[in-house]
């Protein structure tokens, strides 16, 4: 059955994407992008759809003037439901190639979930273009208005949150053997709609170094507040994503497009958060939890409902695999393929909420084990990257300061999205 499924969910981000054609239309100053799309999850069963963008010639979502588009419609009759997107980006300010403060119009309902805003952003390079600074400021407002959708409609609030959020950036490319950034990004909901006032905020910083071409050492720290009144699906993720950053991933935001016991019993992982991936079984437990006050105080719990802080350093250890020099050694394909091979360790401490069944209120979560990534990505002629990052990771070891047990087991993960993005 496992294998059954796992074959199910290559074949599903490896052919579908590959089925797609584009026509491109061309005027004197813009290109015109139509391509035909299918997916599933298990609401709406098949959904095909069509999928369009303007942009301005040899742009890829670069240019001062971009529209990105797309209809789908679920086919499981007769509950025939129809989910769109829509986002479109203007230039107000332009002082050169690369600096440049645009618009942006986002809209979009789809697999249960709705989100509507409008925000500005400012892009700007420094020295030799290696240096790029990057803010965004975001308001919109979101809704789940079918919760058939969601694994976990339990943890989802009724009616529209508001958010501003502000995203600030700083992207050292440096050279081909290592590169940096650090990111800033705060949620804050005023409340003006149907729930309470709240505030998270993160920050990540991360650097890359490279001592071979298949060799090299990734470094993240993190660091997470969120305050008490957030809903549930804002809380800090300790092992990975977040149920609201469910949202940003196709395979994830729908029940049914990866099989639901992947992600309920914890074999499931998306990058995110303080991300001790070793601990995803316990998070995947935790938001099964409809009730925690009626878990006894001498059981033990998966962790508390609301992590108030956290901080988290990651490291993986990248080493060469005569699989990857295989891949590379292809003139065209080797250029869209790296199949990685690492040695990781995760560090987290997590500040909780004081009525929880914990001895202490700073909780501690490590582990260790070793990986492997299947990065793929071949942008398409709309621009949109038709691209992913599969990871099949194993943590063997974990020390936990809350409870006693034992520190060598076999956890097997399927990784979504990579740990470490630049």
Known sequence: MIFKSITTFIA?????????????????????????????????????????????????????????????????YPDITLHYRFNYRHTLISRGEFERLSGNLRSFRRDGFQQHGAGLNWNQRFGDDQLVWRVDAQYYAHEIYDDRYQLYQHLWNEGWTDIVRLRAGLTNWGDLHRNSSVCVDARLSPGTLDTDSFARVEGTAQHRFRFADSFGLNIRGYAGWVSEASPSTYHLGFAGASLIDFQDSRLTRARGTLPPSWTKNGLLHKSGGANIRGFQEREARQRDVTDPAAISSTEQVPLAPLTEAAFAFNTELEVPNPVNSWLK??????????????????????????????????????????????????????????????????????????????????????????IYNF
């Open 329 to 418: 050694s292809f003139p065209v394909v080797g250029e869209f393929i790296q199949f990685s091979s690492y040695l990781f360790n995760d560090t987290g401490a997590f500040m909780i909420s004081e009525d929880q069944a914990f001895e202490d209120t700073t909780l501690w979560l490590i582990n260790a084990g070793a990986g492997f990534e299947l990065s793929v990505n071949v942008p398409d002629y709309l621009g949109r990257k038709r691209g992913f990052q599969l990871r099949f990771d194993l943590p063997f070891w974990f020390f936990d300061s809350n409870a006693n047990e034992s520190q060598f087991e076999l956890r097997p993960l399927i990784g979504l999205g990579s």
């Open 12 to 76: 599903l981000i490896v052919f579908l994407p590959a089925l797609s054609w584009s026509q491109l239309f061309e005027t004197d100053r813009y290109e015109f992008g139509l391509s035909p799309d299918l997916w599933y999850n298990s609401v709406d069963g098949v959904q095909v759809g069509i999928m369009g963008g303007m942009r301005e010639h040899g742009r890829i979502q670069e240019g001062p003037h971009f529209i990105d588009y797309g209809l789908m419609l679920g086919t499981r």
